[in-house]
């Protein structure tokens, strides 16, 4: 009877280790109801190692390294963002542009690069700031899908 019962712990065994191998998470995500009345979903690429908290302000890290710090804000605050970082002479342009369906820029001032996203279709802003390297900033960005969520 013993004999029986450790063939069937260990069949069971090798079916839940068989199972936890082969489960794969693609991506790890953050909502968050935002002061602005939003409601906005943060989606880090897992598979490609990145890992998010689930509080706010949030940090997007990668083998246990912080990448991006994140927080919120009214997104009438951006233009005075970018008016202050072009105002400022140790600050440079890094990129701008759209990426899914969100507008953003980028300033680096230093050894920081902060990125500003406008959420579309709400009154949310995006800050994600860093003082990882250019590289893995940017990896990190392009790696996380920001999205408002009905």
């Given at each position: 009877?013993?004999?029986?019962?450790?063939?069937?712990?260990?069949?069971?065994?090798?079916?839940?280790?068989?199972?936890?191998?082969?489960?794969?998470y693609?991506?790890?995500?953050?909502?968050?109801d935002?002061?602005?009345?939003d409601?906005?979903?943060?989606?880090?690429?897992?598979k490609?190692?990145?890992?998010?908290?689930?509080?706010?302000?949030?940090?997007?890290s990668?083998?246990?390294?912080?990448?991006?710090?994140?927080?919120?804000?009214?997104?009438?605050?951006?233009e005075?963002?970018?008016?202050?970082?072009?105002?400022?002479?140790?600050?440079?342009?890094?990129d701008?542009g759209?990426?899914?369906?969100?507008?953003?820029?980028?300033?680096?001032?230093?050894?920081?690069?902060?990125?500003f996203?406008?959420?579309?279709?709400s009154?949310?802003?995006?800050i994600?700031a860093?003082?990882?390297?250019?590289?893995?900033?940017?990896?990190?960005?392009?790696?996380?899908?920001?999205?408002?969520?009905?």
């Open positions: 009877m013993l004999k029986k019962i450790l063939c069937i712990s260990a069949a069971a065994l090798a079916l839940a280790v068989s199972l936890t191998a082969c489960s794969t693609l991506e790890k995500s953050g909502t968050y935002v002061e602005t009345g409601r906005v979903k943060i989606t880090v690429d897992a490609a190692g990145y890992d998010i908290t689930l509080e706010a302000p949030f940090v997007i990668k083998d246990d390294e912080t990448i991006l710090n994140g927080t919120f804000l009214y997104s009438e605050y951006l005075e963002y970018k008016s202050a970082y072009e105002a400022e002479p140790t600050a440079s342009l890094v701008e759209e990426k899914d369906g969100n507008e953003y820029f980028c300033y680096a001032v230093g050894d920081e690069y902060d990125y996203v406008k959420v579309g279709d009154n949310t802003a995006v994600l860093s003082t990882a390297s250019e590289e893995e900033a940017s990896a990190a960005f392009n790696s996380t899908v920001i999205s408002l969520e009905e």
